[in-house]
């Protein structure tokens, strides 16, 4: 039987993915989620996966199904356990390839075969009892019933056994005698190790520990010439060995390696969301549509953001994402540091992670799947770039708005801000009306409030405190903006309305 991926779908056209470019994921912190995702050395090349975001609603549902499985504890335990023992397995495979003793590299060979074994045979027994209903899953369940019933499997495990249990029958004898050591057969003599460990016994604190072979990875000149000895003396369980080792030195199944590095996919991510999830947070899987009509997500986080203050034990702010109808363009007002920025990363992680068929960072969501995503986030002017910061820009929104289509999401962030408020309000008006008759779904984020009214867009402001605009609440609400009020209830609380301040100067 053929492996069929459980994280492509098979096809025989090749999947549409989603364009996201470097600048892309860099504005919507995306980079630091695969970070934490692939790990450190990312040691399962997740990143490349990771990097991939679909543009097919099939495929998407593909991985949803499989992350639906493995929402099931018992599931999630069973393929982690499988993924710990072949890790355990590489890792004496690596370690038979370090050796230079030909027997000593057949015994690790040995040891990695008889992990994979068991660990193929448990996966096997435990699937049986599985409710799995993923196609790529169930797919797998398949294949690994297959592979257990078939020649190969079986006259590996047959060799393993036989090895392994010729192996423990040698027992041999050591005799030191002034600077000479003698290696012999065992005939019942005493084994002064244990005498000594009894002598000692009443020093410490019950029965000794039991003892075990040191684990390095190369055994010393001495311990050589000592197992070539034993070997001589035991000819049959080493033939054995060796024989093993010259005929199963490649014994994976090539579709289990396969499995184990895309299972991670799952699997790592899995790790990720649980260590953000909690105090009001959540991860869902999203319905994904092909139609961009009312996208919706509720408590929704920013999950880098998360990730930092689970670490630092703080507080996160979850928001809701709405478009109506004909809506289809945010326009985020309200004071500086309110969560604005936060919002519009927000909601590029949604989209972008539902499209790589994973859970989004909220409680619940509705979201489309887009052919590209596009942002424009505001970046501080270089001392080489002679253009200028507002022609920048423009060159920017220009190149977005020429490859953007009705099946694009958008996000902008304080765009424009670098020029007066009437070239803002005129530049931005004409940009989002150029979107609006697009039909892309779009975020802008802005403090030209005069932005929020017009064709398709709906207004969201960042909220303050009841009573104390100078504490930032994160929430945002959709309501008209009215800076206004908000600088008026600031001057009132320092003093700076026109009644105070003539007052002050006539005094």
Known sequence: MEYRSVLWQPRPAPIGETVVSDRVRADLHLDRIIAAVAGDLDPYRLTEWL??????????RYRQEVFTDLAAPQACRVFDEFAVALWRMRDLTALSTGHRHPRQRARRLLDAAAEYVSAVTRLHDELTGLPLTSR?????????????????????????????????????????????????TYGGEPDYADTIANLFRRFGSGEPAPRSAPDRSEPDPFEMQMLDRVAELFPAPFRLLDRFAREHAEF???????????????????????????????????????????????????????????AERKPLVCNDVRLDDTERILVVTGPNSGGKTTFARTVGQLVYLAALGCPVPAAHARLPLPDRI??????????????????????????TLAVATSRSVILLNESFASTTTADGLRI???????????GAITV??????????????????????SGDPARRTYRLHRRPADSRAHAATLADRYGLTYEAVTARIAG
Request: charged letters at 25%.
């Open 51 to 60: 990097r991939r975001p679909l543009c097919d609603l099939d495929a998407v």
């Open 136 to 184: 790529a899953l169930t797919g797998w369940r398949a294949y690994v019933a297959e592979l257990t019933a078939g020649a190969a499997f079986t006259r590996l495990a047959t060799d393993v056994r036989a090895a392994e249990s010729a192996l423990r029958e040698v027992r041999f004898a050591v005799r030191i005698l002034d600077r000479t050591v003698e290696v012999g």
């Open 252 to 310: 994976a199944d090539p579709g289990v390696a396969v499995f184990d590095r895309e299972i991670h996919f799952y699997l790592r991510y899995l790790a990720v969301a649980e260590r953000v999830t909690g105090d009001g947070r959540a991860l869902t899987l999203p319905e994904v549509t092909a139609e961009f009509d009312r996208p919706t997500a509720t408590a929704a986080f920013d999950m880098t953001l998360a990730l930092k203050h689970v």
């Open 374 to 399: 596009c942002t424009h986030f505001e970046r501080a002017d270089a001392a080489d770039d002679r253009t200028g910061r507002l022609l920048r820009e423009l060159t920017a929104v220009r190149d």
């Open 428 to 438: 931005g008006g004409e940009v989002l009306d150029r979107i609006a008759a697009l």
């Open 444 to 465: 802008f984020v802005t403090f030209f409030e005069g932005l929020a009214t017009g064709p398709a867009r709906v207004g969201l402001v960042a909220a303050v405190a």
